[in-house]
């Protein structure tokens, strides 16, 4: 199994980024995929999450609507189209799995998710 996040990078306040998730190795398709970040002295928080099969997002209401979620079944590729970010979003993060879209609704956290990637690091910074 494995899940891989990618597309972080340095951009100033306002820019926007695009993080991918490849994943290998587990049923995708009937996969539940999060986005979860972690800024530094913070505890991990969720992001968003797009369910199975028909698409449904959740958001993380600090959000204010600047991020979108999206997945690409055939490539078993999720997305974060991240815009007008803004230094608070500087976190590393990270795409996560499960089967179950309670689950990832749910938690705040992210405990209990079956799946993990490495993160990728976003820093908002003039």
């Known amino acids: 199994v494995q899940l891989q996040a990618s597309g972080g990078g340095l951009v100033q306040p306002g820019e926007s980024l695009r993080l991918s998730c490849a994943a290998s190795?587990?049923?995708?398709?009937?996969?539940?995929i999060g986005w979860f970040r972690q800024a530094p002295g913070k505890e991990r928080e969720r992001v968003a999450c797009i369910r199975a099969s028909d698409n449904t997002t959740s958001y993380a209401d600090s959000l204010e609507g600047r991020f979108t979620i999206s997945r690409d079944d055939f490539k078993s590729t999720a997305y974060l189209q991240m815009n007008s970010l803004k230094p608070e979003d500087t976190a590393v993060y990270y795409c996560?799995?499960?089967?179950?879209?309670?689950?990832?609704?749910?938690?705040?956290?992210?405990?209990?998710?079956?799946?993990w990637g490495k993160g990728t690091q976003v820093t908002v910074s003039s």
């Open positions: 190795g587990f049923n995708f398709r009937e996969s539940s």
């Open positions: 996560a799995a499960d089967t179950l879209w309670r689950l990832c609704r749910t938690s705040t956290k992210g405990h209990g998710m079956d799946y």
